[in-house]
């Protein structure tokens, strides 16, 4: 199977959407979907801090994957060139598939269109996507009572009016007639998108939206009103933590490892929650200490609901290495103490050593490009 349009350049497809949708979930099952039609694939994670969950999860599925942290695409465009590069000299991959920072967006204007005009010999860029949760976009649009500050669900809307594409994944957690009403709001600020409804944990509702990823072509246009300071004021409201733990010893007791994760989810979650901050998104992995493939994983997207487990290990683990990746509306110094104060906790029946830990808010986005038109 060729590329649609030009089988010697490779397609970049971007996957975005809010902190919490099931992007990364989408992207592997998108890559499986393309690798099972004989396509070479190559990903690219993206992140304001190092350390990510994003990049151990497509690890350990052994595919070829490229990291740019310290910013978001649009700030380190020219790394997001050099990580494509490199993708291409290593495995020469047809598709490559890359998830911006959920907290970003500007991305038309200041990746593909920069992409599309300078850099139009090497890459197709495929229609831009926006993958949402429809319980924080029915709390954003307006259809359930809000849980983010208003500058926040600026950043959210301004990724919808920008998305060619606009996929509802977990759609199984509303009801036909809520999904109606959530369809109705998205077309409302997005009246441009086509709006796919899907579930890409079980597979349900996937190919149309991963055919128009593979045959189509972008024609988005730049977003057309953008307030830099309003959009750098939202994401500067948001706290961020990347933390990497060394638990248990050679000569201490097995653990479940997977249960441990859950755990420690769990505890912070419940912390934060006592002080009333809301979780946009939190993840984890707990692997086998020298074995990066064998892992644990679980997340949340809200500060109401129990950690939701993706991967499970097949036994006990004697050392383990957790990184955990934590986003909330909340001060940084309040996620640190909330995961220190639950590593204190483990600690008293199994060691623990912080590894690394990050603590910050996002800073102002400066775009490398931003283009508003097509030449």
Known sequence: MQLAEDHAKARYVMIGGFLGAGKTTSILKFAEWLTARGLRVGLITNDQGGGLVDTALVSARRMPVEEIVGGCFCCRFNS????????????????????????????????????????????????????????RAERVLGLAPASLSEHVCYIYRKQLEEAEIIVINKSDLVDPPRLGRLRQAIAAVAPQAVIHACSARDGTGLDPW???LQAGASQASAIAEIDYDEYAYGESLLGWLNAEVRIGAADAAEFDGTGLLVEILSRVRETLAQSGHEVAHMKGTLSVEGDPFELAAANLVRTEEEPAVSHRLAETVDIGRLLLNLRAEAAPEDLESAVRLTLDAIAARLPCTILHIEHFRPGRPVPTHRLTARL
């Open 210 to 212: 991963f055919e128009t």
């Open 80 to 135: 997001l060139v050099e990580a494509a590069d490199s993708l291409m000299r290593d495995t020469a991959p047809d598709v490559l598939i890359a998830e911006p920072v959920g907290s970003c967006t500007d991305l038309v204007a200041t990746v593909s269109l920069p992409l599309e005009q300078i850099y139009g010999d090497r890459f197709t860029v495929a229609p831009v996507t926006a993958v949402v949760d429809p319980l």
